[in-house]
C-alpha cells in the first residue's frame, strides 16, 4: 500500500513543460504529477521524450519553458548548492549500469559516499557491502570488476550504487533491459521490495510490459509532446486513445496481457 495522500509533498511535479531541439517539439505543454512513495513507470515509443525528460528532471539538462519541481525544489535557476543538495536526496540507474570498469563493485558502490559524506574508508566499505546486500548480492562480488558480472548483477549493482546516499527518490532507466526473463522477474521483485521497504518513490522509464504489469502504480504514456494516458495498467488498457491503444494492441502488449489476469 502506498501512501497517495494530498498532503504529501509530490515526488515530481511538472507544469506546462516544452522542449525543443531546433525546430523539433519534444515536449509541449506537458503536465505530470508523480507522487511520493509510488512506482511510477514512463511509457512512449521511441523518440517520444522519455529520456530527455528523466534528463529534465534529473538536472542534466534544461527544458525551454515550464516548470520542474522535484521533492519540492523548483529546478528553475537552482543553485550550485542547491542542486548539489538535491542530487543528494535521489539514485539513479542508468540504462547502461554506469559502473566504472577499472573500479571493484565495492568502490563502485561506495562512490557516492566518498564523494559526498565524508565518512571513513573502512565505514564506507561496510555500507557499501550492506547496500550490495540489499540487492540480494554477496559481499564477495564487492571485489569483483563490472566485467566479472553477469547482466542481472550488474544491474542489481549500479540499483545498489543508486541507494548508497540513502535517497527519498530512485530514478531506472531499462532496469530489465537485456535479462533473460527469470533476472527480469527478480528485479521486479526487488525494486516492489525497495518501495515497501522504505517508501521510496520509484520512476522507472520502460519498454518491459511484464514489468509495467507486475510492478507499477500508475503509468503514463508519453506521445505527441505529452501525457495522453495515465492510470493503472488495468485503467489503461480500457482507455480509448490512439497512442493508449498503439501500445497495448501491439502484439508484445497483447501477449503481456494474456499472462496476467
Ligand atoms: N541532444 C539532442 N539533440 C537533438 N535532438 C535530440 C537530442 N536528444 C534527444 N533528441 C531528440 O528528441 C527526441 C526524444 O528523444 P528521447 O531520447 O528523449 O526519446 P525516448 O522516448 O527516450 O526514445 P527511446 O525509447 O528510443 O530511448 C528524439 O527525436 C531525439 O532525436
Given at each position: 500500500?502506498?501512501?497517495?495522500?494530498?498532503?504529501?509533498?509530490?515526488a515530481?511535479?511538472?507544469?506546462q513543460?516544452?522542449?525543443?531541439?531546433?525546430?523539433?517539439?519534444v515536449?509541449?505543454?506537458?503536465?505530470?504529477?508523480?507522487?511520493q512513495g509510488?512506482?511510477?513507470?514512463?511509457?512512449?515509443?521511441?523518440?517520444?521524450?522519455?529520456?530527455?525528460l528523466l534528463r529534465?528532471?534529473?538536472?542534466?539538462?534544461q527544458?525551454?519553458?515550464?516548470?520542474?519541481?522535484?521533492l519540492g525544489?523548483d529546478?528553475?535557476?537552482?543553485?550550485d548548492?542547491?542542486?548539489?543538495?538535491?542530487?543528494?536526496?535521489?539514485?539513479?540507474?542508468?540504462?547502461?549500469?554506469?559502473l566504472?570498469?577499472?573500479?571493484?563493485?565495492r568502490?563502485n558502490?561506495?562512490?557516492?559516499?566518498?564523494?559526498h559524506s565524508?565518512?571513513?574508508?573502512?565505514?564506507i566499505d561496510?555500507i557499501?557491502?550492506?547496500?550490495?546486500?540489499?540487492?540480494g548480492?554477496e559481499?564477495?562480488?564487492?571485489?569483483?570488476?563490472?566485467?566479472?558480472?553477469s547482466?542481472?548483477?550488474?544491474?542489481?549493482a549500479s540499483?545498489?550504487?543508486?541507494?548508497?546516499?540513502?535517497?527519498?527518490?530512485l530514478?531506472?532507466?531499462?532496469?530489465?533491459?537485456?535479462?533473460?526473463?527469470?533476472?527480469?522477474?527478480?528485479?521486479d521483485?526487488?525494486?516492489?521490495k525497495?518501495r515497501?521497504?522504505?517508501?521510496?518513490?520509484i520512476?522507472?522509464?520502460?519498454h518491459?510490459?511484464?514489468?509495467?504489469?507486475?510492478?507499477?502504480?500508475?503509468?503514463?504514456?508519453?506521445?505527441?509532446?505529452k501525457?495522453?494516458?495515465l492510470?493503472?495498467?488495468?485503467e489503461?488498457?480500457?482507455?480509448?486513445?490512439?497512442?493508449?491503444?498503439?501500445?497495448?494492441?501491439?502484439?508484445?502488449g497483447?501477449?503481456?496481457?494474456?499472462?496476467?489476469?
Amino acid at each position: 500500500m502506498n501512501a497517495l495522500t494530498p498532503e504529501t509533498t509530490p515526488a515530481i511535479e511538472i507544469s506546462q513543460l516544452t522542449t525543443r531541439f531546433g525546430k523539433h517539439v519534444v515536449h509541449a505543454d506537458l503536465d505530470l504529477l508523480v507522487h511520493q512513495g509510488e512506482i511510477f513507470a514512463l511509457v512512449g515509443g521511441s523518440g517520444s521524450g522519455k529520456s530527455t525528460l528523466l534528463r529534465e528532471i534529473i538536472l542534466l539538462q534544461q527544458p525551454a519553458s515550464g516548470s520542474i519541481k522535484v521533492l519540492g525544489v523548483d529546478l528553475e535557476n537552482i543553485s550550485d548548492t542547491a542542486a548539489l543538495a538535491l542530487r543528494q536526496r535521489w539514485g539513479v540507474m542508468f540504462q547502461s549500469g554506469g559502473l566504472f570498469g577499472s573500479l571493484t563493485i565495492r568502490e563502485n558502490v561506495g562512490l557516492p559516499l566518498r564523494e559526498h559524506s565524508g565518512l571513513a574508508d573502512p565505514l564506507i566499505d561496510e555500507i557499501a557491502d550492506w547496500k550490495l546486500a540489499m540487492t540480494g548480492l554477496e559481499p564477495s562480488v564487492g571485489a569483483q570488476y563490472p566485467s566479472e558480472l553477469s547482466g542481472g548483477m550488474m544491474k542489481r549493482a549500479s540499483l545498489a550504487r543508486a541507494l548508497a546516499l540513502d535517497p527519498e527518490l530512485l530514478f531506472l532507466d531499462e532496469p530489465t533491459s537485456g535479462l533473460d526473463p527469470e533476472s527480469a522477474e527478480e528485479i521486479d521483485q526487488l525494486i516492489k521490495k525497495l518501495r515497501d521497504l522504505f517508501g521510496l518513490g520509484i520512476v522507472i522509464i520502460t519498454h518491459d510490459l511484464d514489468l509495467l504489469w507486475q510492478v507499477a502504480d500508475r503509468v503514463g504514456v508519453l506521445a505527441d509532446g505529452k501525457v495522453q494516458g495515465l492510470g493503472s495498467m488495468a485503467e489503461l488498457a480500457h482507455l480509448d486513445h490512439p497512442a493508449v491503444r498503439k501500445f497495448f494492441d501491439g502484439p508484445r502488449g497483447r501477449a503481456a496481457q494474456s499472462g496476467v489476469k
